[in-house]
């Protein structure tokens, strides 16, 4: 199985601590952002949870503590963008991540460490020269370090609009795409790295761009030692190449205050949660429902071996615990 911590909020940069306790513990328990009565205990025992994709904008809070991870497999999915404090107003300065990224790859591999430049909008501030300079310029720092890089253009989430109103975005229309990507994909093969496009419709590959597998079944079979099985996840948009993984993060806890961010509703919402987080709660936003009569939770991990498809326990009021 892969686990993937998190596409939902950002847990190496603002869980870290949540995060080493459910290792430790060997279990995390998540809720069905679709349907919040059913949850699932998801194993994060080496044997259950061969691979782990860490999606970050900060992973400095983990960097101390990558040694508990050894023997592990696991990889990073590192968004390092040019974006200001007016955008991104609770992120490191790009010289601060740009370090912390060469130091990830110094002590990983490259391999380890895929760097994201995502996502790419235009707007009062932005526009196609400025981002060919800004990723230019942070491929040339990351010469070396980095082997692989994605990038996605933004899509118009409602959820994310009006905060991003400001900024005056435009939609880019596929000449301007194409001109863009066309700008990246130079300057990725000047600093030596593959680059991908993350679920686009448009196709790229006239210009040396692949289609990326940011949860990539063949390279966490790669760090698992072993072959997981993972298929292609359905459950994600067609343009998708991503394998199914097993998600342990929760929507709307992201405090990191990106404008442009499909997770989070209400920022202030979204800091008051992390402020009253519980690190020893196995669930993350919140206390994990208990299941009637005490019975314990069906393990994710060792059903997904068994190709189990069942459900879990019922919970008071109804809810399902199982697989999703």
Known sequence: MIVSASRRTDIPAFYSDWLF???????????????PRQIRRVSLAPEDAGCIVFWTKNPAPMIPRLGRLAGRGFYFQFTITPYGRDVEPRLPCVGKAVDDFRRLADMLGPHRVIWRYDPVF??????????????????????????????????????????MAAQRPVRLGAEERLGIAAALAAAARENSMALEACAQGADFSGLGIGRARCVDGALADRLAGRPLGAKKDRSQRPECGCAQSADIGAYGTCPGGCLYCYATRSHALALEKSRGHDASSPLLGGPAPPTKEGAAPAMEGAAMREGAAGKGPELPGGGQLGLF
């Open 21 to 35: 306790r459910r290792l430790e513990e060997g279990f995390a328990v998540s809720r069905n952002p679709m349907n």
């Open 122 to 163: 235009a707007g009062a501030s932005y526009d196609a020269r400025r981002h060919a300079d800004e990723f230019g310029a942070i491929a040339r720092a990351l010469r070396g370090y980095a082997e692989k890089a994605a990038f996605s253009f933004m899509e118009p989430y409602r959820s994310a609009a009006r905060r």
